[in-house]
């Protein structure tokens, strides 16, 4: 279980195929802390850290899981935001995010303003009931608010420490994000459906 509060950024230094999975070498500020068997989440995604080396930690994503997020395009270099799971001790700084990526969407706009940025994501229609204005989204695992919602897209805003704490910085428009709907959402979501098929 995550909050989607971003703890640091970290690298990919490798890409492995093997079969239809794909493993990645992590390197990181505290990837050097972390214990094998760990859950952490890359870019949302809730992966298990098999292996420790030196600041660098290996993780391996399965089809399913590269088949519902943007990991699968996961190259060399790009940067990946990482967030160890929560400790339930504390304040919920965000939201609950499980790291279970629901889909992706794709960035449509980009706007600079006046000491903020813009995002507006366009994801597939059915998800389209996921979503509510000034509600919460986990977006390559940063938890945020939307807003100007329609069916099929939706609007962040951006504050500076976000934009320079995460890999937000680098999504442009035709970038794949991942997103993982609210969870409270997605359970009144069936609980409707299963009522309405039932009646």
Excluded at 104 to 111: D, G, P, Q, V
Excluded at 113 to 132: A, M, Y
């Amino acid at each position: 279980m995550f909050t989607g509060i971003i703890e640091t950024i970290g690298q990919v230094e490798e890409v492995i195929v093997t079969g239809t999975n794909k493993t990645f070498w992590i390197s990181s500020p505290l990837s050097h802390e972390l214990k094998v068997d760990q859950s952490i989440s890359h870019n949302g995604v809730c992966l298990t850290v098999e292996a420790l080396q030196d600041s660098r930690h290996r993780v391996t994503a399965i089809a399913e899981t590269l088949q519902k997020s943007n990991i699968g395009h996961w190259q060399k270099g790009d940067i990946v935001n990482l967030e160890r799971c929560m400790i339930m001790n504390g304040r919920l700084d965000g939201h609950i995010v499980q790291g279970h990526v629901d889909t992706t969407a794709t960035c449509i706009e980009r706007k600079a303003l006046d000491g903020s940025w813009e995002f507006r994501f366009r994801f597939p229609d059915q998800f389209s009931s996921l979503i509510i204005e000034k509600g919460s989204i986990s977006l390559n695992g940063i938890s945020l608010t939307i807003f100007n919602v329609s069916v099929n897209e939706f609007t962040v805003a951006i504050i500076p420490y976000t934009f320079e704490h995460t890999n937000i910085q680098n999504i442009q428009s035709g970038t794949t994000v991942n997103l993982e709907f609210d969870m409270v959402g997605k359970y009144v979501n069936r609980i409707h459906q299963v009522n309405k098929t039932t009646v």
